[in-house]
């Protein structure tokens, strides 16, 4: 496994729903501030609407930048 990567249990397809549409949601806010997600953070997205990652690790990157 790569760095950052962490196993974790199966999530309910609830949980991905509700992971979903919080991205989503994300995505359309940013998106009305004129900006763009790159490649980058949308596959961290993939991985944690897929409960590859959680959410601490899929945050991380965006922490780092304060």
């Given at each position: 496994?790569?760095?950052?990567?962490?196993?974790?249990?199966?999530?309910?397809?609830?949980?991905?729903?509700?992971?979903?549409?919080?991205?989503d949601?994300?995505?359309?806010?940013?998106?009305?501030?004129?900006?763009?997600?790159?490649?980058?953070?949308?596959?961290l997205?993939?991985?944690?609407?897929?409960?590859?990652?959680d959410?601490?690790?899929?945050?991380?990157?965006t922490?780092n930048?304060?």
């Amino acid at each position: 496994m790569g760095q950052g990567t962490k196993t974790a249990a199966a999530i309910t397809e609830a949980e991905r729903h509700k992971r979903q549409v919080a991205v989503d949601f994300a995505r359309a806010n940013v998106g009305l501030e004129g900006f763009k997600p790159g490649p980058d953070v949308e596959d961290l997205a993939a991985r944690f609407v897929n409960g590859e990652i959680d959410l601490s690790t899929f945050l991380k990157p965006t922490l780092n930048l304060s």
